[in-house]
């Protein structure tokens, strides 16, 4: 397969197959060339510097912006650069948050990542807010109509990811926006697991804000993109405050510079920011539609491969992007990744950082197998394979 060439880290581990790609993507040789190039060649720090090696990085550093901002379908000005969707789902609850909710409801599901479901908790506990949490259907998701349903006029805040982490369901997210639009209310998109896999375009999208990290895009790990409109950025006060995020500073107060610098307050991570300009380099060399149909096939294929398999739960459905979670009867998640794992097979095992939606379905964790556009047929015939021998080892 084409694509798998392009990563050194396969032709590292030979043996390995690795279906963890939902936790962190691996890396091509041209974001691992331009990581080293930079430290080589440009590393300074950014916004500070009067020579001309500082002017030349910034300028990579500010040309990756709109870079991110082109990817994404908006303006370099609405994009700020954190450590990743954690911090920047984080920054929106605490300082956006307090701004709107007032006594009125913040909305989200059962099946979010707790880096998007926690801080919405913290915020109506400390707020006072209501927070209403959407129960899951039998497939491990919400239903659209479940959504809209829990929407009413006193909804300020909707908080749900595009594409979720356990079982890689899409969400209908401009459905969404327009509903909670409707009724006055702000929309927050995680889109840690959709930005990896689909075209997206946060403008046509309609979310007041989108989160994602650089990792699970083919990026370097300590870089994230929050996505704000213009307007709410300019409302919301930094939370942290230091070199280069000021415009005036005296003993008496501070006034700060426009957004998105404002909330980038300290040297930022340059070699992340210019290493994710090569991912994002790198993935679009790549066509959309090539590149989602194959990885549309490897689910497929590893849906319909376990689903032959006696004992196999499979959650999600057969239009899920980028993962498949699933349960072996009579075998704990854990004990069935530890015998994967020793097949050289590495997969995720666990709650998935999503234990509401564990609790609800009633199970302990799942066994989760994700792709990337460098996983083969091979990959996921070892893994169903694998999957077999387990079944066999554990049950006869
Ligand atoms: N949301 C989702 C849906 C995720 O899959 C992840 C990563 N597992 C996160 C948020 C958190 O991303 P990060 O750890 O890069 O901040």
Redo the contacts with the bound molecule.
């Keep these: 397969m084409a694509w798998k060439s392009d990563f050194p880290f396969f032709a590292a581990h030979p043996e390995l197959t690795y279906l963890d790609s939902?936790?962190?993507a691996q890396k091509p040789q041209a974001v691992i060339d331009r990581l080293t190039a930079y430290y080589v060649n440009d590393n300074a720090n950014v916004h500070r510097g009067l020579y001309q090696l500082a002017y030349a990085t910034t300028e990579k550093f500010e040309t990756v912006r709109q870079q991110v901002a082109d990817f994404v379908g908006v303006a370099a000005h609405n994009v700020v650069f954190t450590?990743?969707?954690?911090?920047?789902?984080n920054l929106v609850a605490t300082s956006f948050g307090p701004l709107v909710v007032g006594d009125g409801e913040i909305v989200t599901t059962v099946a979010?990542?707790?880096?998007?479901f926690i801080p919405w908790q913290q915020l109506a506990q400390r707020t006072g807010a209501t927070f209403k949490v959407i129960r899951a259907r039998e497939n491990g998701d919400v239903a659209l109509a479940d959504v809209l349903a829990t929407i009413t006029p006193k909804t300020k805040l909707v908080a749900l990811?595009h594409?979720?982490?356990v079982t890689g369901a899409l969400r209908d997210i401009r459905t969404i926006a327009d509903a909670v639009h409707a009724v006055g209310g702000y929309l927050v998109v995680?889109?840690?697991?959709a930005v990896p896999h689909l075209p997206v375009k946060i403008a046509d999208l309609k979310a007041d804000f989108y989160?994602?990290?650089?990792?699970?895009v083919y990026g370097p790990?300590g870089i994230?993109v929050l996505v704000g409109r213009t307007q709410l950025l300019e409302q919301m006060l930094p939370l942290q405050f230091g070199g280069e995020m000021i415009d005036q500073v005296s003993i008496d107060e501070s006034t700060w510079a426009p957004v998105p610098l404002k909330f980038e307050a300290g040297t930022p991570n340059i070699a992340g920011v210019i290493g994710l300009g090569a991912a994002l380099t790198y993935v679009t060399s790549i066509d959309w539609d090539t590149r989602q149909q194959q990885e549309q096939q490897m689910l497929l294929r590893l849906r319909r491969g376990l689903a032959a398999i006696i004992g196999v739960t499979l959650y999600g459905d057969d239009d899920s992007v980028g993962a498949v979670s699933f349960n072996l009867a009579g075998v704990h998640p854990h004990d069935l990744a530890t015998f994967l794992d020793e097949q050289n097979i590495a997969v995720r095992a666990g709650h998935?950082?999503a234990q509401p939606l564990m609790l609800q379905l009633k199970i302990p964790a799942t066994v989760r197998a994700s792709v990337g556009l460098y996983t083969d047929e091979a990959d996921i015939d070892r893994l169903v394979a694998g999957v077999e021998a387990a079944r066999r080892f554990f049950n006869e």
């Design positions: 939902a936790a962190t450590r990743g969707t954690t911090e920047s789902l979010e990542h707790h880096s998007n990811a594409v979720t982490n995680d889109g840690a697991q989160a994602f990290s650089g990792h699970k790990t994230g998935h950082c």
